[in-house]
């Protein structure tokens, strides 16, 4: 696999390096970037000059320098390669490990991605073509975000399913987590969520739709004629249910909603209730 071969490779190189420094802030900038292009191309013009024998004698006074950067660990990786290490986490917990290796034939040359063990389904060759020869900082960044906010909104409806899955009668999901649709279990009505996250780097959606039906309105829907226009349900949107998807985290925000249903649904339905 290649998760498995990389992280090997990762694992030697980061074990090979005499110092790993923690960077923040301005610190993290595109002359460092550069710095390291250029350290890794020097490598890899040295080692095809030299000789075996001279090899192990001047790679002992080579400083190999592992940078931390927030949640990627960036290092050289044999030949013209910089491997960066992104490490997620949720709630203060490690999760997955994802790698990213970026390749130039030559100090002058745009880089480009090598290889990868990204989720196929997150776009790392549209940023790729975006960023990648125009802002390499702003890329490694980017792939960041993307994959820590992926899992954090899969790890968040990982959650509401394991403290709420039998209260939830259905739910379904994209591959990335950017589009959640689930229905509560309720006796007194049915309510349907749909969230959206059009940004791929966002863990709260930004486009909600939370619509409630009176049962007795639902039921009715599916006994009267076919012709019987004015018997269809008129759904009404839960404004603050909406209000806590977009403001807190999922699990949070279910039950919130939970909390609050029964005193909004008969705000909302006691006068359409049949005398």
């Known amino acids: ?55 192990m004698l001047t790679s002992h006074f080579q400083e190999k320098v592992t940078y931390r950067v927030g949640n990627k660990v960036i290092c050289c990786l044999e030949g013209t390669r910089i491997g960066i290490l992104y490490e997620t986490s949720f709630a203060g917990e490690p999760c997955e490990l994802y790698h990213c290796v970026l390749e130039s034939k030559s100090f002058l040359e745009k880089m480009t991605v090598l290889e990868h063990t990204i989720p196929f389904f997150l776009p790392i060759r549209e940023v790729e073509n975006d960023l990648l020869s125009s802002n390499a900082m702003r890329f490694i960044d980017h792939i960041g975000e993307l994959l820590q906010a992926y899992v954090d909104r899969r790890e968040q409806v990982r959650l509401v399913k394991e403290l709420y899955g039998n209260q ?17 279990e309720d006796s007194d009505c049915k309510v349907t969520v749909s969230l959206r996250y059009p940004d791929l780097v966002s863990v709260l959606p930004t486009r909600v739709k939370v619509l409630a039906w009176p049962m007795h309105q639902y039921k009715k829907s599916h006994t009267s004629s076919a012709g019987a226009m004015g018997s269809q349900p008129i759904p009404a949107r839960l404004s603050y249910a909406e209000d806590a998807l977009r403001t807190m985290s999922l699990p949070e925000a279910y039950a919130e909603i939970v909390l609050n249903l029964q005193q909004a649904l008969q705000q909302m339905f006691q006068g359409g209730s049949p005398s």
């Open 1 to 55: 696999m290649i998760f498995e071969r990389l992280q090997k490779e990762f694992e030697a190189a980061r074990a090979s390096q005499s110092q790993e420094i923690n960077l923040d802030g301005e610190q993290w900038n595109d002359g460092l970037l550069a710095t390291i292009r250029e350290q890794v191309h020097m490598e890899a013009d040295r080692k095809a000059t030299s000789g075996d024998a001279n090899d």
């Open 168 to 184: 939830i009668g259905e739910l379904y999901h994209s591959l990335p987590y950017h589009m959640i649709e689930f229905v509560p």
